[in-house]
């Protein structure tokens, strides 16, 4: 692969590899903050006080969206995503790369950037009134919306490089060489 489409998709790799990592984190955070909300309850209904809050219900969910959003582009990158065809299993791999080819460039990338450029002005208007939780005690739901054209970026931005790839290989016969393993595809079903 040529020297600069090369640097762009492993710095695309890249990018979706840190945000998985702040996802696996988010994770065990998520998982901590679950364990506690039901040892509190139970704990907390026996000793009469309220050891969780809103706050620390809300915080599992948005950390859910978290890992969920910045998850969508790193496991499009590690082929993870289950794809739906009775057809392609019949079909030569030079074939199999085209349909996947035009699935990105015709369903993946149009949904991808275009959720995040209809979630672009929720996520500001957001930012400008200072949006809260209705709920007493809950979270600013300015991040929680600030995470879906985050999300969808990222993903849109993954398909970007995994359609230079596939642009590559059909072109020149041969996985590229920017330092990646090659792909089988998602688990299919």
């Not at 289950?82 to 030079?94: A, G, H, I, K, T």
């Not at 995470?147 to 790839?165: D, K, M, N, S, T």
Request: glycine share 12%; aromatic share 10%.
């Amino acid at each position: 692969m040529n020297g600069r489409f090369a640097g762009l998709v492993r710095a695309i790799d890249g990018l979706n590899a840190a945000a998985a990592w702040l996802a696996r984190w988010a994770v065990l955070l998520m998982l901590a903050i679950g364990f506690w909300n039901v040892v509190g309850r139970y704990v907390g209904s026996a000793i009469g006080i309220n050891l969780s809050s809103n706050g620390l219900i809300e915080a599992q969910w948005y950390l859910f969206a978290l890992i969920f959003l910045l998850g969508l582009g790193w496991t499009l990158q590690k082929g993870g995503h289950v794809r739906v065809d009775v057809l392609q299993n019949r079909w030569s791999p030079r074939r199999r790369d085209h349909q996947e080819l035009s699935s990105l460039l015709l369903l993946l990338l149009p949904f991808a950037f275009g959720v995040m450029a209809l979630s672009i002005a929720p996520a500001l208007r957001a930012w400008n009134i200072g949006e809260m939780s209705p709920d007493p005690g809950g979270l600013p739901r300015t991040w929680l919306k600030t995470l879906i054209p985050v999300g969808f970026l990222l993903l849109g931005l993954q398909g970007v490089a995994e359609a230079l790839r596939l642009c590559w290989k059909l072109m020149h016969g041969d996985e590229p060489s920017d330092g990646q393993q090659p792909r089988q595809g998602g688990p299919d079903l």
